[in-house]
């Protein structure tokens, strides 16, 4: 069946990096975009970005741009989400999603799997 | 952008009933791009309805979306026990995936 799994929790201290990973299953990993969204504690959710796995190419959110990279490993079918200078405001946890076919326009599909979450605290 | 707001933020009801939750936007958006999503406590996001009326995968019957335009509708028929969730609209266009606040479904 089609899974993503994630990365463990995470305990960050402020102005440190992240990496979060998710490992793809089941499907062709290089043939579907990947989105990542995140959701603070108790709140919605909020999309970061995606990834096309097949060319690397990403697109950001634009409260994102310069302090997230989406990338990814095609030999290990693995996507990573990298998140920069963190702050107490980043605490959520953080979900890889499957979009649509990298032969569609990647709006044109909603997330139809998503990864387990990987739950990050940001603290001194 | 488009802002999705969803009403009621909370809904009390009892197994066996129906249950109507709204999503509107700000502007008008296409119906192909408007999805529902269902969250349980510790759970990821789940997909529930697609192109503002298609349900995925799996999804029971008891599910249906409908709505054009401005004003969108996710309607559980009966409710189950496993029903009572948060529930999630969404729209997708290029470049911005926005997602409404939440609906949260509570037995009563």
């Known amino acids: 069946q089609v899974e993503l799994v994630q990365s463990g929790a995470e305990v960050k201290k402020p102005g440190a990096s992240l990496r979060v990973s998710c490992k793809a299953s089941g499907y062709i990993f290089r043939d579907y975009y990947v989105h990542w969204v995140r959701q603070a504690p108790g709140q919605g959710l909020e999309w970061m970005g995606w990834?096309?796995?097949?060319?690397?190419?990403?697109d950001y959110a634009q409260k994102f741009q310069g302090r997230v990279a989406m990338t990814r490993d095609t030999s290990i079918n693995t996507a990573y989400m990298e998140l920069n200078k963190l702050t107490s405001d980043d605490r959520a946890v953080y979900y890889c999603?499957?979009?649509?076919?990298?032969?569609?326009?990647?709006?044109?599909?909603?997330?139809?799997?998503w990864g387990q979450g990987t739950t990050v605290t940001v603290s001194s | 952008e488009i802002v999705l707001t969803q009403s009621p933020g909370t809904l009390s009801l009892s197994p066996g009933e129906r249950a109507t939750l709204s999503c509107r936007a700000s502007?008008?958006?296409?119906?192909?791009?408007l999805a529902w999503y269902q969250q349980r406590p510790g759970q990821p996001p789940r997909l529930l309805i697609a192109g503002s009326s298609s349900r995925a995968t799996g999804i029971p019957d008891r599910f249906i979306g409908s709505g054009s335009g401005t004003d969108f509708t996710l309607t559980v028929s009966r409710l189950e026990p496993e029903d009572f969730a948060v529930y999630f609209c969404?729209?997708?266009?290029?470049?911005?995936?926005?997602f409404g606040q939440g609906t949260k479904l509570e037995v009563k």
């Open positions: 999603a499957r979009g649509g076919p990298r032969t569609s326009l990647v709006q044109s599909y909603p997330m139809d799997v």
């Open positions: 969404q729209h997708h266009t290029i470049s911005l995936w926005t």
């Open positions: 990834l096309n796995p097949n060319s690397g190419g990403t």
């Open positions: 502007k008008s958006i296409s119906s192909s791009s």
